[in-house]
């Protein structure tokens, strides 16, 4: 069975700083591999995707992921964060075959600090 | 273009009664989702319709929690009776198919 640990609950950062969000997956296959940022009241929207090519993925807001076979780990950077990155990001792992049954992580809540 | 509405947004109830949702997903969207995200965790597939036919439903709990999607555009999902444990929001997604999902706002919902 598929399964996404996000190993960090929670992560407070100060603007302008460099952040890293872990994901590591488990699935026995090639998976598809997915970030959403929830942001609060509202529903998620994806940041980035990586299906197949190449390992480093660009994303909207600036954000991107590398995926890293050997590692089973799908980390999400951002070279400098802004205040209205706070939310909460997950990080998800589905089949080939695009964006249905998406298993996702339970979420990592990023705090940015002025 | 319009994003996918749900409605009501807040619902609060009393365990045992039913409570029913609604979603209007995005014009030409023939893919519908309705997912449970509980506090603390990510969100998790309840159905899957593709126009008005289950794809997915096998984390549905039948027992107590039906949905339908009318015409291949609406869908409603319903609870009948809740549970303490069915506090959650819930959100509906739409996309084309096999194309990224485009989630509402969700609906949340407390059982007392």
């Known amino acids: 069975a598929q399964s996404v640990t996000q190993p960090d609950i929670h992560i407070t950062v100060s603007e302008g700083a460099s952040l890293e969000l872990r994901c590591n997956y488990s699935?026995?296959?090639?998976?598809?591999l997915f970030w959403y940022v929830q942001s609060p009241g509202q529903g998620l929207q994806l940041l980035l995707k990586y299906f197949s090519g190449d390992t480093l993925v660009q994303g909207i807001k600036g954000f991107e992921a590398e995926f890293k076979r050997s590692q089973s780990s799908f980390n999400l950077r951002k070279p400098s964060v802004h205040w209205s990155d706070a939310a909460e990001y997950f990080c998800?792992?589905?089949?080939?075959?695009?964006?249905?049954?998406?298993?996702f992580g339970t979420g990592t809540k990023l705090q940015v600090i002025p | 273009e319009a994003g996918v509405a749900q409605s009501p947004r807040y619902k609060i109830i009393e365990k045992r009664q039913s409570v029913a949702f609604w979603c209007n997903p995005i014009?030409?969207?023939?893919?519908l989702y309705w997912y449970q995200q509980i506090l603390g965790q990510g969100p998790k597939l309840l159905i899957q319709?593709?126009?008005?036919?289950?794809?997915?439903d096998s984390q549905l709990p039948k027992d107590r929690f039906s949905a339908e999607r009318l015409k291949g555009v609406d869908s409603t999902l319903k609870i009948q009776p809740a549970k303490l444990e069915d506090s959650a929001v819930y959100l509906c997604?739409?996309?084309?198919?096999?194309?990224?999902?485009?989630f509402g706002d969700g609906t949340r919902l407390s059982i007392l």
């Open positions: 699935y026995g296959a090639t998976p598809y």
């Open positions: 997604a739409s996309s084309p198919t096999n194309q990224p999902q485009h």
């Open positions: 998800a792992v589905g089949p080939s075959g695009g964006y249905q049954k998406v298993t």
């Open positions: 014009s030409g969207h023939a893919t």
């Open positions: 319709f593709q126009n008005n036919g289950v794809v997915d």
